[in-house]
């Protein structure tokens, strides 16, 4: 069975960095076409797209965030972390991890249940 | 484009058909995956690669694709179906793997 799990602060204060952790079980980020995604969702908007690690190491990035976004994982703790840098009200938002399947031809099979972070100072 | 176009809202009566659409450029090139989000919950996926559907999800749940437009179809639609419902496609470069539709609120009447 997969599941994943975001971890990280409720709170932090404009200009702050934000570290969120997925940790995951039932999957191995080493399978080939296996990925983990982040994703998030403003207040009463749609899902947005950040970030995603491919099985592989090979990562991508919302274009408009690239600045800002690093995604880095790690095998042997079964967790894959997200760092956004210099963080802005704009930002608040309930911040998904999504395991990318290729049985499902890459859809977001399982997600966790989410993280809510406020920016506010 | 990398723009995903649904309809903000459908309403539907229970036992009735609702229907979703979903428009891009890239769909003809890319397949669509569906998610439904319930109040407070996190996303689902419902269909996969246009009209694929995962285990444990009911079989009125439903997907086709025609051009430039994908369609999510809930026949006999019931009051747990009542949800936010999102497309999602990747762009032809891979720039965006991931791309979600501006989503549409499904009412149960």
């Known amino acids: 069975q997969i599941t994943l799990k975001e971890s990280g602060p409720t709170l932090v204060k404009p200009t702050q960095t934000l570290t969120l952790t997925c940790t995951f079980s039932g999957f191995s980020l080493d399978t080939y076409g296996v990925g983990v995604a982040w994703i998030r969702q403003p207040p009463g908007k749609a899902l947005e797209w950040l970030a995603l690690?491919?099985?592989?190491?090979?990562?991508r990035y919302r274009p408009s965030l690239k600045n800002r976004l690093t995604i880095t994982g790690d095998n042997s703790r079964n967790q894959v972390l997200l760092t956004m840098t210099n963080m802005d009200p704009v930002d608040t938002a309930t911040y998904y991890c999504a395991h990318r399947n290729p049985d499902y031809y890459y859809g977001l099979g399982v997600w966790g249940h989410g993280t809510t972070v406020t920016v506010s100072s | 484009s990398y723009e995903l176009t649904q309809p903000p809202s459908v309403s539907v009566s229970p036992g009735q058909t609702a229907t979703i659409t979903c428009s891009g450029d890239v769909l003809p090139k890319q397949y669509a995956h569906w998610y439904q989000q319930r109040p407070g919950q996190a996303p689902v996926l419902v269909i996969y690669k246009d009209t694929e559907r995962p285990s444990g999800i009911p079989e009125r749940f439903s997907g086709s694709s025609s051009g430039t437009t994908v369609t999510l179809t809930i026949s006999g639609v019931q009051a747990e179906d009542e949800a936010d419902y999102y497309c999602?496609?990747?762009?032809?470069?891979?720039?965006?793997?991931?791309?979600f539709g501006t989503g549409t609120r499904v009412t149960v009447l």
């Open positions: 690690i491919y099985g592989d190491g090979d990562k």
């Open positions: 999602q496609s990747a762009d032809s470069t891979s720039t965006y793997p991931y791309v």
